[in-house]
Each structure stands twice: as C-alpha cells, then as structure tokens.
C-alpha cells in the first residue's frame, strides 16, 4: 500500500513538473505564444493571464477526461471547444465583475482563450485519453508553467520598462527607463533570455538524475 501511493505521488509530481520545466508550453514546446508576449508589459497582466489560463485548463481537463468516453470520435473537437469556451466566459465574467481594470488592461486576450492552442492540444492530445489522476497534475503543470513565464517576462519588462512593478518604484529616480523593453522586439528578447533559462534549468535537472 505504501509503494502503491509512492507511486501515485512520484507520478503526479513527475507530470507536474514536467510542464513547469520539461514540457513548459512556451519555452519548449512554444505554443500560445502571441497572447503571452502582449500582456507581458506589466506584471499585473500576466499573472492574471497565466491564472486564467490555469483555471480554465485545469476544469476543461478534468470535465474532457470524467466524460472521454462518452463523447463520440466524430464531435469530439466541437464538443471541446465548446467545454472551453463555456470555462472562459466563467473566468471572463469574474474579471469584469471583481477586476474590471484588469479585464480591461487584458481586452481581448481574455476571450481568447478559447483558441489557445496550449489548451486545445492538452485536452486532445492529453485529457481525453487519461483518468482524472494524471490531467489535474498535467493541467496544474501547464497552467502554472506558461503563468511563471509571462510573469517573469512581465518582471523583466516592467522593471528595465518603467522602473517599477506593481505600482511600485524598484529602481532609484535617476534610473532612465529603457523603452525597448515596452515594445514588443523587447518581449521577444526578454523571451530569447527565459528559454535560454530554461534550457539550463533542464539541463541541470537531467544531470542530478544521472549522478
């Protein structure tokens, strides 16, 4: 019984890991791209892009896997999109109601959501063939991996950007913002620096593996 639940809690840390570091969407399989370099431009944005993601990757798995067998091969992309869309307006809806500015701020990349390849390739290529054991530490792994990415960007830009982040002043007065970074050549580089991150983060986690 003790090895049995070993087991279950190697795995589960096994696929969360992996989309935080191994699989992360952005940095190693560099999908969803477009909406995670627009709202990277102050922290506030992409920590609320990356939650919204998480929430609504997280509940698509896990209503797509409780319900894989009973949706037919031949609608199944319809009815995932629609599963989708459904938890998107949820998340949509609550940003309007209890964080208007920031729904705001993020406009239509909220909505958007509903055709983010990160999500509509987990949930055909992942949750619709798994149990619900494996999607929920594959969906918190995704999720929280494309969240720690654009809010790390958003850090770098926001900082080297305007100085500050969050509202508040980081660096001294004299310090002159650098408006490369606000526009959109700076995500892309600030980018470039997160994958190199992340290739070393792997590198480093495959080697304490071999020893």
Same mark, same amino acid.
């Given at each position: $019984?003790?090895?049995?639940?070993?087991?279950?809690?190697?795995?589960?840390?096994?696929?969360?890991?992996? #989309?935080?570091?191994?699989?992360?969407?952005?940095?190693?399989? $560099?999908?969803?791209?477009?909406?995670?370099?627009?709202?990277?431009?102050?922290?506030?944005?992409?920590? &609320?892009? #990356?939650?919204?993601?998480?929430? @609504?990757?997280?509940?698509? *798995?896990?209503?797509?896997?409780?319900?894989?067998?009973?949706?037919?091969?031949?609608?199944?992309?319809?009815?995932?999109?629609?599963?989708?869309?459904?938890?998107?307006?949820?998340?949509?809806?609550?940003?309007?109601?209890?964080?208007? *500015?920031?729904?705001?701020? $993020? #406009?239509?990349?909220?909505?958007?959501?509903?055709?983010?390849?990160?999500?509509?390739?987990?949930?055909? &290529?992942?949750?619709?063939?798994?149990?619900?054991?494996?999607?929920?530490?594959?969906?918190?792994?995704?999720?929280?991996?494309?969240?720690?990415?654009?809010?790390?960007?958003?850090?770098?830009?926001?900082?080297?950007?305007?100085?500050? @982040?969050? &509202?508040?002043?980081?660096?001294?007065?004299?310090?002159?913002?650098?408006?490369?970074?606000?526009?959109?050549? #700076?995500?892309?580089?600030?980018?470039?620096?997160?994958?190199?991150?992340?290739?070393?983060?792997?590198?480093?986690?495959?080697? *304490?593996?071999?020893?």
């Amino acid at each position: $019984m003790t090895d049995f639940a070993s087991t279950r809690s190697s795995q589960f840390f096994k696929l969360f890991f992996n #989309g935080i570091i191994n699989e992360n969407p952005l940095l190693a399989l $560099m999908i969803g791209l477009c909406s995670s370099l627009a709202v990277t431009t102050s922290v506030a944005n992409g920590i &609320g892009m #990356g939650l919204s993601m998480t929430f @609504v990757i997280l509940m698509s *798995e896990i209503v797509i896997s409780v319900f894989r067998k009973l949706i037919p091969d031949s609608v199944r992309i319809p009815v995932f999109i629609i599963i989708i869309a459904a938890f998107t307006t949820v998340i949509d809806y609550v940003l309007k109601a209890w964080f208007p *500015e920031l729904s705001k701020a $993020m #406009g239509v990349f909220i909505p958007l959501i509903v055709v983010n390849c990160i999500i509509m390739g987990r949930v055909e &290529g992942f949750a619709s063939k798994r149990p619900l054991g494996s999607v929920i530490p594959d969906a918190l792994g995704m999720g929280l991996g494309y969240t720690w990415v654009i809010a790390g960007i958003a850090v770098v830009r926001e900082i080297l950007g305007n100085g500050s @982040v969050l &509202g508040f002043q980081i660096l001294p007065d004299s310090f002159q913002p650098i408006l490369f970074f606000v526009l959109p050549p #700076g995500g892309f580089f600030v980018f470039a620096l997160f994958i190199s991150l992340n290739l070393f983060l792997k590198k480093a986690v495959n080697r *304490e593996k071999s020893v």
